[in-house]
């Protein structure tokens, strides 16, 4: 009879190849660290046509960062970073908070505001390149605002405010941005503002352009860690954009159409909802129809479909006349350009939301502050 070969060793046998490859690999991604020169994965996730455009080259390297889901985020441990006319701090969370967001604690109140530049702050407070220390400090985005007069109102309450927003978002990452942070969030409010991102033409929309799949997350979280998948996925693409003499590209498309940027917020609405927050949709805001009129008036499409489906779904829904095309001119003054509103505008945004927050009862037992 054959002598049976004992069980560690046939572990052993079966284990080699597998150690074999592990050392090939471990060897090519040493080589190439080595010899060729660094690429960030943000370049390589963001470098197909329909989504490149939405971070242009000088907008890349100071406060982005390449994530698997979403494929861009904002970096952490930012410390008074100029970013286009904006100074830029963010905690190691990269959030745009003075504070890490810790575990909520027993009775402490949390607000998520979930959106894009808008609610990020973009330009709020304004600064200059050649004088990146020289702003007003205390002018703040919207989302900051709220929680520092909340906190004035209701000293000794642990009130946090959190802004959940990132630059060239649409309602299809929020939602996805969403289910990732909302457990560990534990939010007693989410308001959610998008709106210029999603009218965005592009060759493709972002459910085509960024599959969220387990499949491709997984290989775009390898992609973040390894620099040959990096090399390998750009000499790869570059071989098959040279292969395509003229490659079939269709009529450009919104980033997210109207059906989907509704249905995407009334996702995000049910998801609050799930985890007992209550829920505000914020309508896009937008100066004026004069400077591009077709944009003005795929941003009112999108608004109007937006109202009529919050209110056949009983969802609270915010449209801040002020801060919309009907005010123009009066509204001028409170923007920085067509889209974003300035660091007046974000002290409309804040009193609106206030005085929204208390006409539907969502702020609990806190004192609500008075109007300046």
């Known amino acids: 009879m054959p002598r049976r070969i004992p069980l560690h060793r046939q572990i052993i046998f079966l284990s080699i190849p597998y150690l074999l490859l592990a050392l090939v690999l471990t060897g090519i991604e040493g080589a190439t660290r080595l010899f060729l020169p660094h690429i960030p994965p943000l370049d390589v996730l963001i470098e197909s046509p329909a989504v490149r455009p939405d971070l242009s080259e000088f907008k890349d390297s100071p406060i982005f960062m390449a994530d698997p889901l979403l494929f861009w985020r904002v970096r952490p441990n930012l410390k008074e970073v100029v970013w286009d006319f904006s100074v830029v701090s963010t905690n190691s969370q990269g959030l745009r908070h003075e504070t890490d967001i810790a575990r909520k604690q027993s009775g402490a109140f949390r607000i998520v505001c979930l959106g894009d530049s808008v609610t990020f702050g973009f330009r709020v407070p304004l600064v200059f390149p050649d004088k990146p220390h020289d702003y007003a400090r205390d002018l ?17 309450k642990q009130i946090d405010v959190i802004p959940l927003a990132v630059p060239a978002y649409t309602t299809y990452q929020g939602l996805n941005l969403l289910r990732r942070e909302i457990d560990r969030m534990k939010p007693d409010v989410v308001t959610a503002c998008f709106g210029w991102n999603d009218i965005c033409l592009r060759p493709m929309p972002d459910r085509q352009s960024m599959p969220v799949d387990w499949a ?14 990096v090399h390998f996925s750009r000499s790869s693409r570059s071989r098959k954009a040279k292969a395509a003499d003229h490659p079939g590209i269709g009529p450009p498309v919104p980033r997210v159409s109207t059906r ?8 995000i609405a049910e998801l609050a909802r799930a985890h007992y927050a209550e829920a505000v949709l914020i309508a896009p805001v937008y100066r004026d129809a004069k400077a591009n009129p077709p944009e003005a008036k795929l941003i009112r499409q999108y608004r109007n479909s937006l109202r009529e489906a919050a209110q056949v779904h009983s969802v609270p829904y915010l449209e801040i006349g002020e801060l919309t095309e009907t005010n123009y001119p009066a509204n001028d003054r409170s923007f920085g350009e067509v889209i974003h509103p300035n660091a007046e505008g974000h002290e409309i945004m804040a009193r609106e939301l206030l005085k929204f927050f208390s006409a539907h009862d969502m702020l609990k037992s806190l004192k609500v502050p008075q109007s300046p």
């Not at 919207?142 to 000293?155: A, C, D, F, K």
Request: aromatic share 6%; hydrophobic share 40%.
């Open 216 to 229: 491709h997350v997984a290989v775009r979280s390898l992609l973040c860690h390894s620099q040959a998948l």
């Open 140 to 156: 703040l985005p919207y989302p900051l605002l709220l929680e520092r007069r909340l906190r004035e109102t209701n000293p000794g």
């Open 260 to 267: 989907d940027y509704v249905a995407n917020l009334l996702k």
